[in-house]
């Protein structure tokens, strides 16, 4: 079984649970999750979990993200992309009088923290029940506001009534409920066009591959390369390795005192410091950090290959 990350390049069409059904299928497993819902006509990155490295969704799906958005002014619709039934229009002398300094300083005003309402077309639970499914059925509900961030938002081009954007936000941000809300800061209808994700965290829109890429990478027996093993998500914990003498204190997820370690540890460890583990022959088992009142490195996260499971 395949233990790792995969970057992966949705297509449009598909829904986020659509690719996980797919690569099962290529790939046969079952232990792959995605992390972070894009929407179906959305493209591009979708970091995708595989065996062990599902412990790790939740993690990646906590990063920051960077989109490039098209925003459409002069129209509203009810999904608030342009898959919707519209709303509402605006006339020529609505947007003939949206200027791009205009469009720029309205952008500007979203920079920062800011509460938003999610749309009705999301996967959002209310009271047991999505509330798309609330949505198809005619129904619409009262959505809390929720606090997101918004670290950049660049204007990289006006063309009337198409408004090219790219958004580096938090988790939980909606850019179809951004685009909207832009356009309300303008006094005119907006929807987002298009939407393509180009980075989740250290997963980049360059290394991510198609799901025929991944079928033709199979078929040649080279899908490993494509793997991003479980330990590279973890970029800033630095390495060390236990000793094989005290190698079962590691598989039974045991804190680890300084003389078990064959890898020297820095002399003050800061209080947020991670060690990647792994075992005297370079297995990776886990994620530890130094506690100075136990003067010892205590588990984090435990990702044991399935050999080092006992019965």
Known sequence: MLNGMLNIYKEAGYTSSDVVARLRGI????????????DPMAEGVLPVCLGNGTKLASLIEDRDKEYRAVMRLGVSTDTQDMTGAVLKEAGEEVLSAITPEKIKEA???????????PPMYSAIKVNGK???????????????PRRIHIYELELERVDMPLVTMRVVCSKGTYIRTLCEDIGRQLGCPAAMDSLLRTRVGQFSLGEAKRLSQIEEAVKREEIISLVK????????????RVKEADLRYLQNGNRLTRDQLE?????????????????????????????????????VRMFLPPAARKD
């Not at 790939?27 to 894009?38: C, N, P, S, V, Y």
């Not at 952008?107 to 309402?117: E, K, L, N, R, S």
């Not at 999505?130 to 959505?143: D, I, N, Q, T």
Request: some cysteine; proline content about 8%.
């Open 27 to 38: 790939l046969h497993m079952r232990k792959i999750g995605h992390t972070g819902t894009l």
């Open 107 to 117: 952008c500007a005003g979203f920079v920062g923290g800011y509460d938003q309402i």
């Open 130 to 144: 999505k509330l798309y499914e609330l949505a198809r059925a005619g129904k619409s509900v009262e959505r809390k």
């Open 229 to 240: 093993p479980v330990e590279a998500f973890f970029e800033e914990a630095l390495p060390i």
């Open 263 to 299: 890898d020297p540890l820095p002399e003050s460890p800061g209080p947020d410091q991670q060690f990647k583990v792994y075992d005297h022959a370079g297995v990776f088992y886990g994620i530890y950090r130094y506690d100075r009142e136990d003067q010892a490195c205590l588990p």
